[in-house]
């Protein structure tokens, strides 16, 4: 099942948020370093804030009871140099690892782009760690297009990221 989210669901979405973020980035990363980064970004308290605040929709996929799949999107111009009309970001898009290639991924994006549409977005955009090809190859299966690049910072802990864009209407 996919649905927006509501505060209520921000202690699932921070466990969610935060193992797949350590999954993903935990080997360039120190321990000690990723543990209070994900402490202060998922919690729940925060989440819970996000949630509430309509220009952060999110788009949550459920398996049952547990949380599998996010999509966190805010409005928000990219950092490249370049105009987009009105844009939307999608600044978190997390499935479990466990659960890839069981199509939640394509169903949240399908969720997302409705919550774009919804909003009268034309375009969304987000960032993908250069490193991560399965992502990369994911977005552009599914119209997404380089249009620069991004340095992402994780304290002080620098990402290069490749800023992916697409129209909202398809």
Known sequence: M???GAPDDAPALAVLLRDV???TYGAAIPAELL???TARTFAPARL???L???AQPMVLAWEGDT???ASCMALAAPPVEMTLAAPLEIRR???APERHGRGIATALLAASLAVARQQQRETVWLC???TNGRALGFYRRHGFQPVGTTIISVDHILFHDIVLARGAAG
């Open 2 to 4: 996919v649905r927006l």
């Open 21 to 23: 973020f350590a999954q």
């Open 35 to 37: 543990a209070v980064y």
């Open 48 to 50: 819970a804030a996000e």
């Open 52 to 54: 509430a605040d309509p």
């Open 67 to 69: 949380l599998v799949g």
């Open 93 to 95: 898009f997390y499935v």
């Open 128 to 130: 993908v760690w250069e």
